[in-house]
């Protein structure tokens, strides 16, 4: 007769040495007290690279994180081998809360949000104004991902040398970004920007310092060949556009984070350099954090119907500007993003 309780002894518990799930199983997991925190710089089919210090440590998910998502710009804690030597293999074992997520889906109709960085400041849209044309569309995209975000956007306008930058300026001027006008960018046959592209890029990278920036353009708009001017220590190899379409190919294929060094390796910010996009799906986006980065509108959405769009005709959004609280472009600057939710980008 089996005994229980107080009297079982060895004899009474069954033992399966050969048998899955014969080991006893705790819910207790390491502290890891020891790990050392890294920041992720790239991520490529499973190893995923950190700047631990002033080196890179290649590194893995550790199980524990189950299916947790890890991306460029993650705080992490690493354990493991952290030399940097080839072949070593560190840890991650814990990623810390996030401050900023800029997010996208795939297109419009997938119901999948994707993290593209983590824990940036600033979104820098990059686009040329001629060769290849601009694609206002997938501007306006760009910008309602960076307010949903919480990221400041920053608007870079390529080669004003083959076409005026006046309209666009206009069109953006009401939104009340900061906007850089630049000529064409040249790399000269050793890879060294010449004079008028080191102005340009000294003029953008003012305004890059102290922040984690994201740059963001489709293929051919000059965004590689600015990252190198920016990182000259990390140059990349740039596309050539195409005579006859006017697309460029794309030469950056994935996420990647770089120090803007103060000259001495210390990182006075951050280029995360993203491959050229070709849309920017919002499905995920819900109007009422895009208002948020409206601090003139918002306050006039306390009248407003429940789950309002800001574009039903019972939105009073509409008296909030009549009686002269905010400027009409702004409210049609709003109305116009928000609308990029419901169309494409080549509509």
């Known amino acids: 007769m089996r005994r229980y309780g107080k009297h079982t002894d060895e004899d009474d518990i069954r033992f399966r040495p050969d048998r899955k799930g014969s080991r006893p199983r705790t819910h207790r997991r390491p502290a890891h007290e020891d790990a050392v925190e890294g920041m992720v710089t790239t991520v490529d089919r499973g190893r995923i690279t950190c700047r631990v210090g002033e080196r890179p440590v290649v590194a893995i998910k550790a199980r524990e994180l189950g299916r947790k998502g890890v991306v460029v710009g993650d705080r992490v804690a690493l354990v493991g081998d952290l030399s940097g030597d080839r072949d070593a293999l560190a840890r991650i074992v814990r990623v810390e809360q996030r401050r900023s997520a800029l997010r996208r889906t795939a297109d419009d109709d997938d119901p999948y949000e994707r993290v593209v960085v983590a824990n940036a400041d600033q979104l820098a849209i990059v686009t040329a104004l001629a060769d290849p044309p601009p694609r206002p569309r997938l501007i306006d995209r760009c910008l309602v991902g960076a307010y949903d975000a919480g990221l400041e956007p920053l608007l870079i306008l390529t080669k004003a040398d083959l076409a005026p930058a006046d309209t666009m300026l206009e069109s953006y ?140 005709p019972d939105c009073a959004l509409d008296e909030w500007v009549a009686t002269g609280h905010a400027d009409p472009r702004r409210l049609e600057s709003l109305r116009r993003l928000l609308a990029t939710r419901e169309r494409r980008e080549g509509d």
């Open 173 to 312: 001027a009401p939104l009340g970004i900061r906007c850089v006008v630049t000529t064409a960018l040249h790399e000269g046959d050793a890879g060294d920007p010449d004079e008028a592209t080191r102005r340009v890029i000294a003029a953008v990278r003012d305004l890059l310092v102290g922040r984690a920036t994201v740059l963001v353009g489709h293929s051919g708009v000059g965004k590689t060949t600015l990252v190198n001017g920016l990182v000259p220590e990390r140059r990349r190899a740039t596309g050539r556009v195409n005579e006859v379409t006017g697309r460029g190919r794309h030469t950056t294929t994935s996420v990647l984070a770089l120090p803007l060094s103060a000259g001495d390796g210390t990182p006075e910010g951050w280029v995360i350099d993203t491959p050229g996009v070709r849309s920017f799906g919002l499905h995920h986006v819900d109007p009422s954090r895009v208002i948020l980065a409206f601090p003139d509108l918002e306050p006039g959405t306390e009248g407003c119907p429940r789950a309002c769009g800001h574009d039903e």
